[in-house]
């Protein structure tokens, strides 16, 4: 059973859903789309398989996450994010915002890259939204695809589902430099760094609209 605060405040109460550890980076995975429990469990090294089963238990009780079944054969039980968890959008940008602030990274640190795009997801400016093109993107061998439905961004891990608008391959560096600012789609195209699969102007529109801030 979770341990609570026992306060009424309100800050204590969202904290007695989603103060325990490991909780909020449940979440911040399934930003990225529905995850079987195995992908989960792989995302998260160091969580445990009893305490994952925990935690997702807890979460669907307080409609932070729900049971989905994934298309295809063989009807695959995964996860998603609840009505509660939609919910927590705002407060996960804000905590990516408020943590890109913090010193560089330690050496050694975990880092993927979907980790990266779920924050250009969370943090992308409201124009992002209208950028109606199914976009694939592969950053050191992982494949996400995001595309606006007009009021959000859809984002799934994986292969996009029909044959993409555009196509953007590049290495994690690559990546880091054009969503950073610091360099753009022509640098990349120019260099051999970066690989597209359609229009350079929209790729470059759609970095301009998915970007992660310099480093301070």
Not at 3 to 28: K, M, N, P
Not at 69 to 92: F, I, K
Not at 93 to 101: N, R, V
Not at 190 to 215: K, N, V, W, Y
Request: charged share 20%; hydrophobic share 40%; proline share 6%.
């Amino acid at each position: 059973m979770a341990r609570s605060y026992e306060q009424g405040c309100h800050i204590a109460r969202a904290l007695d859903v989603l103060g325990e550890r490991w909780t909020l980076l449940i979440a911040r995975e399934l930003v990225a789309g529905s995850r079987r429990y195995s992908d989960l469990l792989e995302a998260l090294p160091g969580i445990g398989t009893s305490l994952l089963a925990a935690r997702l238990k807890h979460l669907e009780q307080h409609r932070v996450v729900r049971q989905v079944t994934l298309p295809g054969p063989g009807r695959t039980a995964a996860y998603a994010l609840g009505e509660r968890g939609e919910a927590l959008m705002p407060v996960l940008a804000a905590l990516s915002e408020w943590g890109g602030g913090l010193p560089d990274t330690p050496p050694g640190y975990a880092d993927n890259p979907v980790w990266s795009i779920i924050a250009l997801r969370l943090r992308a400016c409201a124009e992002a939204a209208s950028f109606g093109i199914l976009t694939e993107l592969t950053v050191g061998g992982t494949t996400v695809w995001l595309q606006g439905d007009g009021e959000r961004v859809r984002m799934e891990t994986g292969p996009a589902p029909t044959n993409p608008g555009l196509r953007l391959t590049c290495a994690k560096d690559t990546f880091y430099a054009l969503v950073k600012g610091r360099a753009t789609v022509e640098d990349a195209l120019s260099s051999g760094q970066l690989a597209i699969d359609g229009e350079a102007a929209d790729g470059q529109h759609f970095f301009d609209l998915f970007r992660l801030p310099r480093a301070a």
